[in-house]
T-cell receptor, first 119, second 114 residues
C-alpha cells in the first residue's frame, strides 16, 4: 500500500519569497510517480508537476520544482518567487506506476497543505 | 480544447436516496477516474473507466457505480445515500496514449446528504 504524508497543515509566506512544501511517501514499489496538485477555493485540482521514480533529474515546470530525494522518500515542492495567486491547498500524490496517473489503482493523496501568501 | 466539466455544481439529497453525477471529459481523453474528497481531506480514488469498462476500483462499496459512454462522458451513481457520502466528488480525465500521468480534473460536484 502507498502512503503520502504532508506534515504542514498550513503555511503563511510573504509575497515574493520562495516556499517549500513538504511531502514524504511510503511504498514498496520500485516504479512509481509523484505528483503535486493545487486546489484553489473553486475546487478543481490543477496539475503542477510530475516526477517519475527513475528520473534522475528533479522535475521543473516554470516556478515549480520538485526536490526528489529517493533515499529519504521525500518529494518536496518548491515554489520560487511566490505570488498572491499561489494561495490555495496543495496536495502531494503518488501512483503505483511511473507511466500512469494512478492507473487502475488511482492516485493516493496526502491531506494537503493550506498555503497563504501575504502581501 | 475544452476542459473537464461536471454537473451539477451542488446537490442536496436525503439519506437513503440515489444520486447521479455527470462528467464530461476533456476532448480526446479515453480514461476517466472518480474521486471523493471529504472536507479537510485529500481525494480518495473511487474507480476508473477506460473505453467504457471499469478498469480499477478503490475501497468503496458496490452502491458506488459508474458508466462511461462512447463519447467518453461519464456518470457516477450512488445508491442508498449515507450521511458520510457528503463530499466533493471530482472526476479526472487523461489520455492513456500521450501523457497518461497528467490528469485533468473537473471543478467537482459538492454533495450534501441530510
Amino acid at each position: 500500500a502507498q502512503k503520502i504524508t504532508q506534515t504542514q497543515p498550513g503555511m503563511f509566506v510573504q509575497e515574493k519569497e520562495a516556499v517549500t512544501l513538504d511531502c514524504t511517501y511510503d511504498t514498496s514499489d520500485q516504479s512509481y510517480g509523484l505528483f503535486w496538485y493545487k486546489q484553489p477555493s473553486s475546487g478543481e485540482m490543477i496539475f503542477l508537476i510530475y516526477q517519475g521514480s527513475y528520473d534522475e533529474q528533479n522535475a521543473t515546470e516554470g516556478r515549480y520544482s520538485l526536490n526528489f530525494q529517493k533515499a529519504r522518500k521525500s518529494a518536496n515542492l518548491v515554489i520560487s518567487a511566490s505570488q498572491l495567486g499561489d494561495s490555495a491547498m496543495y496536495f502531494c500524490a503518488m501512483s503505483p506506476d511511473m507511466y500512469s496517473g494512478g492507473g487502475a489503482d488511482g492516485l493516493t493523496f496526502g491531506k494537503g497543505t493550506h498555503l497563504i501568501i501575504q502581501p | 480544447e475544452t476542459g473537464v466539466t461536471q454537473s451539477p455544481t451542488h446537490l442536496i439529497k436525503t439519506r437513503g436516496q440515489q444520486v447521479t453525477l455527470r462528467c464530461s471529459s476533456q476532448s480526446g481523453h479515453n480514461t476517466v477516474s472518480w474521486y471523493q474528497q471529504a472536507l479537510g481531506q485529500g481525494p480518495q480514488f473511487i474507480f476508473q473507466y477506460y473505453r467504457e469498462e471499469e478498469n480499477g476500483r478503490g475501497n468503496f462499496p458496490p452502491r458506488f457505480s459508474g458508466l462511461q459512454f462512447p463519447n467518453y462522458s461519464s456518470e457516477l451513481n450512488v445508491n442508498a445515500l449515507e450521511l458520510d457520502d457528503s463530499a466533493l466528488y471530482l472526476c479526472a480525465s487523461s489520455d492513456s496514449a500521450t501523457r497518461p500521468y497528467e490528469q485533468y480534473f473537473g471543478p467537482g460536484t459538492r454533495l450534501t446528504v441530510t
